[in-house]
DNA sequence: ATGGTGGCGCGGCCA
């Protein structure tokens, strides 16, 4: 089973990239993350032309998520328990006996501002229905564009980004706080060394010197993690005219 | 270089 994430930054803008990148990589699910459209625009018909399913949760101009699969989703939910938000963040869906949980984590601007203490109250409750979630399903896949950099090997300069947002002591004790409920880095789990990431700033040529950070990530519940076989960053489609600013992160599983 | 680029949507926010 191969699974994968992608914040596409604009499915409107990115979606001949994405079914591109079906045809070729052919995963059995693809979490999209910053779909960046309503649902009454959601590009259904050319998804499911190209052979997949879909379920979204979408919203104008930001946020928006999606799960493309090649089985129907089962049981969706798409809100943190009790929690009121019209940020369209959270896509979970059941596909047998595995749950996954599509997540664009809040980006948090900077340390200390508001939309940061949002990030880590959002994290909070993540973790609380990560724990719950990992209680009723045998397997569980929480991917997504997490904005975390857990270590610094995951940051090209962490000189540059020491204390920085997407990489502060707060947001990597919650990254480690999922891993602890019982849920391994699959790309750590595999890789070793530095020098890998999913995300380059649109600026200043990040990608071209490889200044980026890896902050998509595929995590796996333990007898999943097992199971992997690979996890990768597909640098192709950042190489492409009009990329998103976020690679797809790819893992497959010997189920 | 307190900038730089890109998406949305048409001024300014967000990443």
């Not at 979606?15 to 979490?31: F, G, K, N, T």
């Not at 610094?152 to 980004?161: C, F, G, M």
């Amino acid at each position: 089973m191969k699974i994968a994430t992608w914040n596409v930054n604009s499915l409107r803008v990115r979606l001949s990239q994405v079914l591109d990148w079906l045809s070729s990589a052919q995963p059995d699910i693809l979490a999209l993350q910053e779909t960046k459209m309503t649902d009454d625009d959601f590009p259904g018909a050319d998804i499911e032309a190209a052979g997949y399913r879909v379920v979204y949760a979408g919203q104008k101009t930001y946020n928006g998520v999606a799960i493309l699969s090649r089985t129907e989703a089962q049981d969706t939910l798409t809100d943190l328990p009790d929690m009121q938000d019209p940020q369209r963040r959270v896509l979970a869906a059941s596909y047998g006996e595995v749950r996954v949980l599509n997540l664009y984590v809040p980006n948090g601007s900077e340390v200390g501002s508001d939309k940061y203490s949002y990030k880590l109250d959002w994290l909070d409750r993540l973790a609380h229905y990560t724990r719950q979630q990992l209680d009723v399903h045998r397997h569980v896949v929480l991917l997504g564009d997490l904005n975390i950099a857990p270590e610094d090997r995951d940051v090209h300069d962490p000189a540059e980004w020491q204390g920085m947002v997407l990489c502060s002591e707060p947001e990597r004790a919650a990254f480690r706080g999922l891993l602890a409920l019982g849920l391994c880095d699959t790309f750590r789990h595999l890789e070793q060394g530095d020098g890998f990431f999913s995300w380059w700033d649109y600026r200043a040529a990040a990608f071209r010197r490889n200044r980026g950070l890896r902050i998509d990530h595929i995590l796996a519940s333990r007898e999943l993690c097992e199971r992997c076989t690979s996890c990768h960053v597909d640098k192709g489609p950042r190489r492409l005219e009009r990329p998103s600013d976020h690679a797809p992160v790819v893992a497959e599983f010997d189920i």
